[in-house]
């Protein structure tokens, strides 16, 4: 963007972007900063997301309770990948896998 952004355009974009639970990178093109600028401003907000959200946001699926110490083993003592465990634990299918 060459135009300069108000700064009520600026917490508009970067409300709906984490409410849509957009990537950060692309929050930050709209309003053209830097990520570091982006997570300031947010946290300023009030709207950053929570560890176990950006965590279930990076990997794409969700891990439920029961199965979360059997997720983290394979993932440490395993050596696996995330989407690896996801697939032996049944979380998601060959099928979503190949999707993304």
Known sequence: MTT?????????????GYGNNEPLKDIAAKIGCSLASLKVTASKLGC??????????????HVPEHKRQDYYQLMVAGQYK???????????????????
Not at 48 to 61: L, V
Not at 82 to 100: D, F, H, P
């Open 48 to 61: 950053t997301r929570t560890p176990k959200e950006a965590a279930e946001f990076r990997r794409g699926f």
């Open 82 to 100: 995330a989407r690896e465990c996801a697939l032996i634990l049944g979380l998601i299918t060959e099928q979503s896998s190949v999707n993304k």
């Open 4 to 16: 300069k952004l108000n700064s009520e355009a600026r917490r508009r974009i970067i409300l709906d």
